[in-house]
């Protein structure tokens, strides 16, 4: 009898549960203004969205909540209290244009005020939709303990996956992305941001995050299925160099929270970009999702092509000087720089005393007069720095810099994604904007739209790029046409291209100081197109590069900021073409695989002029001989269809100038 008694009451609790579940049940629907993207907010006993596109579901309803050391739950049982909606077409003028100076920004929102002083608001853009964490809370600071921003995706999903292993997060985010499927990534793998999926019916889906400030980066954990889990690196409180390094840190000790940061602000925007091949190559979601510019005084920033020297090993040859790191070579760099226009060079690790020493340059450098000398050239001299030796004196360093008369700063080594860290990116943008310094970030996360609140921030590395060929062989042309459609979505990528010895798949070494690349010297030549980097790298020895000069000429015709991008074809890991404007000319880079390939694309881009295109494309014996291009030259209009014919690791780059 007791039994069934208690059992009769577990029951009715139950309906009750249930039915007061259903009661403060409810679901929102958000729309993209072109109606394409559907969002989906349920709020039951958590809040959980879902995105679909044109009608296929490509994340099903996932869970998001921050949790508190305090013990508020954000995000669970929740009240809503009021919701509102806006809908937002506004233009937004870009100071340092990556993809285009004019960015529509053009969006609808949902924002769900709840009670315990929070808010969740939702965006839907015509490629993408987004959410974030908004806080109102009494307390002056807040920990916050973890944050739900789990991911079940729509099905088993091909994923390029940038495979981590360090269980600190301890990272230069250089992986080679891992084509893959989500049910073959277990629990106990994880992987950087951004990442990009492929559903059954082809459509794009990529994960990465926007407006990160004052809190760690997003990382995901497989679970053997179709989901994935949010993880994110502890506040660290102790940690020391390794033995006999500069830069390796050991992780001692680790607060029990990923963040203390202000009880009243916004967190990062969680951003899942839709779309299709082309829509990634087009996309500025991470970019519009950013805070805006904060400087006032922005007609210094100049963007430009850099002499670059660590990759090819300072290897200038045919000179009457000892080359190394010294000022006879770093004239040289400069002469190079001078005699083709670009706008800096950059002196990389070893220009100083030491790397723990910034004050001071090394006993072969008189940097006084080589800059001195760089004025006189019309080339701005760039320094690099070591991260941790930087943060212990960053306004010294710094003020020190600004006395020699450099123009930059490139920051190395940071190999970290956790809060400090990514409030020391924002101290060195402020730090370096104040003296009218540019930043360039290498071991470094992906871009998270810091350059759009301190445009003084050109480029980000965050990529394995071309410097892996002096130790690997993992820099193939497959991977050049991989990274555009991932890595490149977040934004600026210093990939360091321009290699001048090329060479076939069979043919090629990993010479640490005489370095090659593999494929086609058009397919370097290409990349100064396709790649977005306002500060652009010129990664080989200038002698190579004076030794070609009409191969030289053509790339240092190639702005590295653009008016307006266009997405002409492509196929993440197969092949690319993009037309690009930068003032009155147009231009056009094309890049394949290992397979050979020929594009044919209207020029429906272009407007009522007739344009004069001169074209570097490979030779009719680059599949055998790499550094095999030709150069011609033919007139064209709107209307007009190009064909890009590429051999295998080939490339086709074109510059289009008006006829007067």
Known sequence: MQRNLLGKILVLQLCLWFTSTAAFAKDYLLTSPDKNIQVKVSVTDVIKWSVARKGETVLLPSALSMTLISGEKLGVNPVVQKDSRKSVKETITAV????????????????????????????????????????????????????????????????????????????????????????????QQYGYLPLLFTSGKGTKVLLTESDLYDYPNLFLFGTGGTGLKSAFPKVILESQL?????????????????????????????????TDDKGLLETEMVYKL????????????????????????????????????????????????????????????????????????????????????????????????LWNTLDKDIDGILDQFVKWGVKGVKVDFMARGDQYMVNYYERVAKAAAQRQLLVDLHGAYKPVGLNRKYPNVLSYEGVKGLENNKWSDVITPTHNVTVPFTRMVAGPMDFTPGAMVNSTK???????????????????????????????????????????????????????TWDKSVAL????????????????????????????????????????????????????????????????????????????K???????????????
């Open 569 to 644: 074809a492509g196929e993440s890991g197969k092949y690319v073409a993009m037309a690009r404007q930068h003032g009155k000319n147009w231009y056009i880079g094309g890049m394949t695989n290992w397979d050979a390939r020929e594009l044919s694309l209207p020029l429906t881009f272009l407007d009522g002029k007739t344009y004069q295109m001169e074209i570097l494309r490979d030779g009719i014996n680059a599949d055998r001989h790499p550094q095999d291009y030709k150069i011609e030259s033919r007139n064209v209009k709107a209307g007009d269809t190009v064909s890009l």
């Open 506 to 560: 069979e043919g090629f070494k990993d010479v640490f100081n005489q370095p090659m690349s593999q494929g086609t010297r058009a397919h370097q030549v290409a990349m100064y197109v396709i790649y977005e980097s306002p500060l652009q790298m010129l990664a080989d020895s200038p002698t190579n590069y004076l030794k070609d000069p009409d191969c030289t000429r053509f790339i240092s015709q190639i702005p590295t």
């Open 290 to 385: 950013a805070s805006p510019n904060v400087l006032q005084q922005t007609t210094w920033i100049k963007p430009g092509k850099v002499a670059w020297d660590w990759y090819n090993f300072n290897n200038v040859y045919g000179v009457n000087f000892r080359a190394g790191v010294n000022t006879d070579t770093y004239k040289y760099y400069i002469d190079f720089a001078s005699k083709y226009g670009l706008e800096y060079i950059i002196l990389d690790e070893g220009w100083s005393a030491a790397t723990t020493n910034l004050m001071a340059p090394n006993k072969d450098l008189d940097l006084n007069a080589l800059v001195q000398y760089a004025n006189s050239k019309n080339v701005g001299v760039i320094l690099w720095a």
């Open 96 to 187: 340092v244009p990556v993809k285009n100076r004019s960015i529509p920004d053009v969006y609808n929102e949902l924002k769900l005020q709840c009670k315990g002083g929070y808010v969740v608001n939702f965006r839907a853009y015509n490629d993408g939709a987004a959410y974030r964490f908004e806080t109102n809370l009494p307390a002056r600071e807040i920990e916050v303990q973890h944050e739900t921003a789990d991911l079940q995706m729509g099905g088993n999903y091909q994923v390029y996956w940038p495979q981590e292993t360090d269980p600190e997060f301890q990272s230069h985010y250089e992986a080679t992305f891992k084509d893959t499927t989500l049910a073959a990534i277990g629990s």
């Open 646 to 660: 590429m051999s295998g690791g080939g490339g086709w780059a074109a510059i289009l100038t008006p006829v007067e």
């Open 242 to 274: 390794k033995p006999r390094s500069d830069r390796d840190e050991q992780i001692t000790r680790k607060a029990g929270y990923i963040a203390r940061t202000s009880g009243k602000r916004t967190f990062p925007w969680r951003t899942l970009i839709v």
